[in-house]
T-cell receptor, first 114, second 116 residues
């Protein structure tokens, strides 16, 4: 079965640079979530989208922005990167109104800021 | 606000034995969902099991079962017949009301090590 796809899987950036992370949800899924997991931390919710509109917002810094496109893929744009942004970034997807257990995670993008 | 508490930072279990990973939660909402995910050292988050707050029976998925005690607000994961491949970080998570479209709140995780 198709899973959530994230690209790139690994990314190394320098401070003050920008980064774009991409997420391709499971086919039919209309809702996308972004989570940030720092080293040794639990995942923290950043932002979510349903039908290309932002649906919920968590602890996402103002330096970050995200959007969902017409094909339901989503991109997380991160600017003025800081050392503390080094983390594993997960995308998850679900189908609104679907099975309640359906929130499947992608493999994550490991961002390292040097 | 919702809160998930996992009080066991690390657990050890002998291969082939059963192990229980604790999870307690705090919410004032009558409707919620509880999840367990496994995160191996490779980093991916693997869905294991789900329990809805109105589900009458405890969820089971193969060797995984969820001991759901609603009055005590606990949702412990039981892994039977542990295998070496079960060594990983395990996260308990909660989803608030609003159906499948709401985001998850995670506990701090339990690092399980299965000993040969």
């Amino acid at each position: 079965a198709a899973g959530v796809i994230q690209s790139p899987r690994h990314l190394i950036k320098e401070k003050r640079e920008t980064a774009t992370l991409k997420c391709y949800p499971i086919p039919r899924h209309d809702t996308v979530y972004w989570y940030q997991q720092g080293p040794g931390q639990d995942p923290q919710f950043l932002i979510s989208f349903y039908e290309k509109m932002q649906s919920d917002k968590g602890s996402i810094p103002d330096r970050f922005s995200a959007q969902q496109f017409s094909d339901y893929h989503s991109e997380l744009n991160m600017s003025s990167l800081e050392l503390g942004d080094s983390a594993l970034y997960f995308c998850a997807s679900t189908l609104r109104g679907g099975e309640p257990y359906e929130q499947y995670f992608g493999p994550g993008t490991r961002l390292t800021v040097t | 606000a919702q809160k998930i508490t996992q009080t066991q930072p690390g657990m050890f279990v002998q291969e082939k034995e059963a192990v229980t990973l604790d999870c307690t939660y705090d919410t004032s909402d009558p409707s919620y969902g509880l999840f367990w995910y496994k995160q191996p050292s490779s980093g991916e988050m693997i869905f294991l099991i789900y329990q809805g707050s109105y589900d009458q029976q405890n969820a089971t998925e193969g060797r995984y079962s969820l001991n759901f005690q609603k009055a005590r607000k606990s949702a412990n994961l039981v892994i039977s017949a542990s295998q070496l491949g079960d060594s990983a970080m395990y996260f308990c998570a909660m989803r608030p009301p609003g159906g499948s479209a709401r985001q998850l709140t995670f506990g701090s995780g339990t690092q399980l090590t299965v000993l040969p």
